[in-house]
């Protein structure tokens, strides 16, 4: 063992010129790199700063560019099933004096908030701006109860106002008026496109400020105090209500309806068999003609009026026969 041992000190004794020179060997310092110049320093300090701020550019650039892609596929897709649903709706047996029936019309409990802000995201989509009914928030003001002066039946019940969204503003005013939500929104598309499609993703001020067509007639401007999308939804659920309530204008009955404004394009009697469809007539005085229904979701002919038409349409897509 002790031979070992010596034989072992041997090899690393300083008198072995092999393990001299390894000793020398790993004594040497580590090689250094060259000192870099103060100027070659803030080169490439720069040239690291540019090359940073070229890539935040090019990665914002592809951002912008992605980001409107995205939102216009999601419109496209959108806007196809839509249109391929539109082509599953038509109005055979179209029956002109019985558009809806009293108790779906008059359903003041036909949605929640919540339910009608959900259906206001699946058809509208990705908002293009923040007037979207999806998105909007609005004033309404606090109204007290209206009553009839006619009968002395309540027309609506009041109601306390707030800042709200769209949904809650429709909910708020279905339940004081006792008139259905889904009328509302049907409402809301078949005089401005608010719900659905192209307008309702990029909506107006024009549009929300007639957004029921309420006292907007035909042959004049719409009344400016009636102007706003809160006081459009109030305004409108009131007036259809009030035709009913007050015994007022047409109802059910044999009622002579022009197809259009235009008196040479004529009409018909139509026995109406409900309190619904007389609010309707009321609301939007034409019947469509043949060509009208006939068209379904396009153009009719230059007697062609759509406003019930599009009412049947909507209704049925939305909510069912």
Known sequence: ????????????????????????????????????SPARV??????????????????????AATVPLVHLVAAWNSDWNVAARKATVDLTGFDPGFLIDDAAFYDGNAMDADEIQRFLDDQIGV???????????????????????????????????????????IDRVQRACGISAKVLLVTLQKEQS????????????????????????????????????????????TDLKAYRASAFMRQPGTHYIAYSPDPACGGSDIEIRNHATAALYNYTPYQPNPAAIAARWDKGDGCSSYGNRNFALYWKLWFGP
Do not use: H
Not at 2 to 7: C, E, F, L, S, V
Not at 150 to 164: H, I, Q
């Open 127 to 169: 908002c293009e701006n923040d007037a979207c009914l999806n998105v909007l928030r609005a004033d309404l003001p606090a109204r007290d109860a209206i009553v009839s002066q006619d009968t002395g039946e309540t027309v609506c019940a009041a109601y306390d106002g707030g800042n709200l969204t769209a949904a809650q503003i």
């Open 1 to 36: 063992m002790a031979t070992r041992g010596n034989r072992g000190a041997r090899a690393t004794s300083p008198s072995n010129p092999q393990a001299r020179s390894v000793a020398r060997t790993s004594a040497r310092p580590a090689a250094r790199r060259p000192k870099r």
């Open 42 to 63: 803030r080169q490439l300090r720069r040239r690291r700063w540019t090359v940073g701020i070229l890539a935040a550019l090019v990665l914002g650039l592809v951002v």
């Open 194 to 237: 608010l719900v659905s499609g192209r307008i309702a993703r990029a909506p107006s001020p024009e549009a929300l400020g007639a957004a029921m067509g309420a006292r907007c007639p035909d042959d004049a401007a719409c009344d400016p105090g009636q102007a706003g999308f809160a006081a459009q939804v109030a305004q409108g659920a």
